[in-house]
């Protein structure tokens, strides 16, 4: 499997208005391939979030380097950042984060607005598509506040894996979700992930969600500690 | 090109979705515009009420006064010897819109009491030489010089000292010439604002016949309109020619329209005055689309934070919300200048704003044009401090707002 993101002694601090630090992450080592699922189980405020932006390239490391298909993100522009954001990975959020006042399908359909040529001008039929495969075709006219927390999940699903990424990251994806609705959602999640090869990060504090990746952290005081290798 | 053609998608459903929100906001904008556009529609067209009430007063450009008189006397030569000599020089420059001009008095009982009447003795080409038009009747033509009843046209002052309304002409009316005669009025001209006293209008051959015996019409001038361009070097020409013509007179020959001295600075100022206005109204438009743009952008943040996530780069996001607000406000503009089109072409402002102008211009395009750039260039700015605002969100705090 082709090694796609890769932390190196990772570390995130913010300084404070009383002028003191706060070390959030500290020495932090990972490395994703294609078709992993990796759960990251923390306490809140174990810096679970923090990681995720960095590992969506929407935050940078203070040191240490996190390096995308062999690229140190350090060099990125912004610009550049947003690029490959938008093309390679998929974000899953605990509160959907929907766009208020547009169907499903311009939901699915949204991230596409930023895709080049073709997919942009078929956004329609694509997001349709993967409507589909999330099991919503009958809801690609429904509007997020029609739709129940679970198909408002899978909507945000289909909505991050439209453009085909590499990575998928899931914030607290069931978070905001019944316990039977979470697994149903997670499950659905594991299955479209793996199908399409990307990789699959859940950060959660649910250990019955993180228990469903192959690979599994915990995150304590900033540290990420690798539990026992699980089997798929 | 997929780029800007995806903004422009994104904006127009940012328009779509809120579109309350919009109407509400660009209510003010589109009565901006309406209000700048139907100023300066107005500004234009009461500009050509002004030109028309100047060239009523002093003539259309290039406008000509000619008269010759004795060096040593000062006084006229008689008309018979100027009348030639002009005439002929206007046939050989081949310049058909001339006109003798004289002035005289005469009495008529109006209204139970003698009253003194100014009598401006011109011929037919004057009426468009000085914008006159009849309100009803008719102008003089050259064959009334025949009538056995002298032919005059009367201002409104006197047709209501005779005591004839709207639809009263042809009517009579005794003058005291030689003798006293019954004139015909066969056209009645709007009120003459610069004389006092009623006025009539008849040609010189009139005069003479009806009324020049007891009273010769010594003084006269000849006026002559000429196109603006070539007009110095025609008016040269034909100095030129009179004086050759009439070897023993002073001959003065001088421009007397409103442009004769680079007049028409009053109207730059009118302009100003009215564009001002204008552009007020447009600055309190401008700045309630700014103030809820802001308010917007603010309820916004976590879509914007939303769309950062899903790759739209800075520059996408500040173009997206320019392009939201230039769409919004440019549709706003065009709904505006149509209102201001639909107000300034309608009778009721013809009837109370235009009346005293001849001929009434069509909406000016360049108050249409105006109307769409400025609604462009407000959409520009107002679209440009949210635009700045939706770039400085951090993308992580926007998607936890």
């Known amino acids: ?232 | 090109m997929t780029g800007f053609a995806a903004a422009v998608v994104e904006a127009w459903q940012e328009l779509r979705i809120h579109k309350l929100r919009v109407l509400l906001s660009l209510i003010g904008v589109g009565v901006a515009v309406c209000s700048l556009t139907a100023a300066v529609a107005v500004g234009t067209i009461a500009q050509q009420g002004l030109v028309e009430q100047y060239e009523k007063e002093s003539g259309r450009p290039a406008m000509y006064s000619m008269f010759a008189y004795n060096g040593e006397t000062g006084t006229p030569p008689p008309r018979s010897v100027t009348n030639d000599v002009f005439d002929k020089t206007m046939k050989q420059f081949k310049i058909s819109f001339h006109s003798m001009v004289g002035d005289a008095s005469v009495t008529s009982k109006l209204g139970g009491k003698e009253r003194q009447i100014s009598v401006r003795i011109v011929e037919p080409p004057y009426a468009d030489m000085f914008r006159l038009v009849p309100v009803q009747g008719r102008w003089l033509t050259a064959k009334d010089a025949d009538n056995y009843s002298p032919a005059i046209v009367v201002d409104a002052r006197f047709l209501k000292a005779r005591g004839l309304g709207p639809g009263s002409l042809p009517a009579t009316v005794k003058l005291q010439g030689d003798r006293e005669v019954t004139a015909t009025i066969v056209g009645q001209l709007p009120k003459d604002i610069y004389t006092g006293s009623p006025t009539v209008y008849m040609l010189p051959a009139t005069y003479d016949r009806w009324f020049g015996t007891s009273q010769p019409l010594g003084d006269a001038s000849y006026q002559m309109w000429v196109p603006v361009t070539g007009s110095k070097a025609l008016s040269a020409a034909v100095r030129q020619q009179l004086r050759s013509q009439l070897p023993s007179l002073e001959v003065e020959l001088q421009r007397i329209d409103y442009k004769a001295h680079g007049g028409g600075g009053q109207f730059r100022e009118f302009k100003k005055v009215v564009g001002g206005i204008g552009l007020l109204i447009l600055g309190l438009g401008a700045l309630s689309l700014l103030n809820i743009a802001l308010v917007t952008i603010k309820q916004r943040v976590r879509e914007i934070g939303i769309r950062r996530s899903f790759g739209a780069t800075s520059g996408r996001i500040f173009f997206s919300v320019m392009m939201e607000s230039i769409v919004a406000t440019l549709v706003a503009g065009v709904v505006g200048v149509i209102a201001a089109v639909g107000i300034v072409n309608s009778s009721f402002v013809h009837k109370h704003l235009f009346d005293n102008v001849t001929d009434v211009p069509g909406f000016p395009a360049s108050a249409a044009v105006t109307g769409v750039l400025v609604s462009l260039a407000v959409g520009a700015l107002a679209g440009l401090v949210p635009a700045l605002v939706a770039v400085r969100v951090r993308i992580i705090d926007a998607i936890r707002f």
Not at chain 1, 115 to 132: H, K
Not at chain 1, 175 to 189: H, I, N, R, W, Y
């Open chain 1, 1 to 232: 499997m082709t090694e796609l993101l890769r932390l190196s002694d990772v570390t995130r601090t913010v300084h404070l208005p009383d002028e003191s630090d706060l070390h959030i992450l500290t020495g932090v080592n990972l490395s994703i391939a294609s078709g992993d699922h990796i759960g990251i189980i923390g306490r809140s405020g174990s810096g679970k979030s923090t990681l995720l932006n960095l590992l969506g390239l929407l935050d940078k490391p203070t040191t240490g380097t996190i390096e995308w298909d062999g690229r140190d993100t350090r060099d990125l522009s912004s610009r550049q950042a947003a690029r490959i954001r938008g093309r390679d990975v998929g974000f899953v959020f605990q509160q959907f984060n929907l766009l208020p006042g547009r169907t499903a399908l311009d939901n699915v359909a949204a991230p596409l607005m930023y895709a080049p040529g073709r997919a942009f001008w078929n956004r329609r039929e694509i997001a349709a598509e993967m409507l589909r495969r999330v099991g919503l075709a009958a809801r690609v006219d429904s509007m997020p506040e029609s739709l129940s927390g679970g198909e408002q999940q899978r909507v945000a699903i289909a909505r991050a894996l439209v453009r085909g990424p590499k990575v998928v990251l899931a914030d607290e994806p069931t978070g905001a979700l019944d316990v039977e609705t979470g697994a149903e959602v997670m499950q659905m999640l594991d299955a479209v992930t793996y199908e399409s090869g990307a990789a699959l990060i859940t950060i959660t504090h649910d250990i019955a969600i993180a228990q469903m990746a192959r690979q599994r952290f915990r995150l304590e005081g900033g540290k990420l500690l690798s539990v026992a290798e699980a089997t798929p």
